[in-house]
């Protein structure tokens, strides 16, 4: 068995990637692929590093699309081979008339949530303006929602399954940039990146409203690195590129901005 104490060491997420080394527990038992639900993004961050550092094991995740927030992770024995096929995915068009009343994400999700599904069994929901929603979800769910999902908001709605290649995925704008900072804090390489004044930063940090790594961060003064990913709630991602020191000691920062 897995050394779960060992494993669970530290990390954020206890409860959840307790659940994750049981089953990577019946994957090694039964020899076969077992795959988790689909995982927010800080847990799926948290356990890949964990599990990477296993023989015992081996993993793949994957939410449907390349650039997806939520995922499955499917897992195996390390002698076993194991590829894409093996983390089951299904996707849903739900399409009515939005026009006259818009709904969001959270609009999709809770009249999702409101048929007795739990969030873990859904993925990304790709709102698709006036014409409704794509929505990613664990394959034993398709006939019940297609049954079920019938209304979001006061729209009626047609829910049906669609294959992953026919979803409507916009792959997001980059914009690269450079800065030059006198130091690697939070607040003052994300409000060069996302073109916010370092007070408007430090307060959005000071609400849990950014992610570092998926990881909320309360901290202003928190120190990034090369590789770092950020998010600001309502604004995107930024990610940390190649980071140089100058001839004046401060720091020359390679960003990139998703919008």
């Known amino acids: 068995m897995l050394p779960k104490e060992e494993i669970l060491r530290g990390v954020e997420n206890r409860e959840e990637i307790t659940r994750v080394i049981d ?15 689909f995982l927010s993004p800080p847990v799926a961050v948290e356990a890949q590093d964990k599990f990477s550092l296993l023989t015992e094991i081996q993993f793949m995740v994957w939410g449907g699309y ?24 299904a996707a849903l068009d739900v399409s009515g008339n939005f026009l006259f009343d818009t709904a969001n994400h959270r609009d999709f999700l809770g009249a999702i949530l409101g048929t007795g599904v739990v969030r873990q069994k859904v993925g990304d929901i790709v709102v698709l303006g006036e014409r409704g929603a794509q929505i990613l979800v664990v394959p034993e769910l398709v006939s019940f929602l297609e049954a079920n999902l019938n209304q979001v908001r006061s729209v009626p709605v047609k829910t049906r399954e669609i294959g992953l290649e026919e979803l409507k995925i916009r792959p997001p704008k980059k914009k690269e940039m450079t800065t030059v900072e006198a130091s690697m804090r939070l607040d003052a390489v994300g409000s060069a990146a996302f073109g916010m004044s ?16 998926w990881k909320p961060i309360t ?11 950020i998010a600001v709630q309502g604004k995107g991602r930024a990610e940390i590129g190649e980071v140089s020191i100058t001839k004046k000691q401060r720091y020359r920062v390679q960003l990139t901005r998703y919008v």
């Open 66 to 89: 390349p650039q997806a927030e939520r995922v499955r992770m499917g897992i195996t024995r390390a002698e076993l081979p194991l590829d894409q096929s093996q983390v089951p995915i």
């Open 219 to 229: 901290q202003a003064s928190h120190s990034l690195q090369e590789g770092d990913l």
């Open 23 to 37: 089953i990577a527990e019946q994957a090694i038992k039964t020899w076969e692929t077992v795959c988790t639900d």
């Open 198 to 213: 370092r007070s408007k930063m430090a307060s959005a940090i000071a609400q849990g409203n950014v992610r570092v790594n």
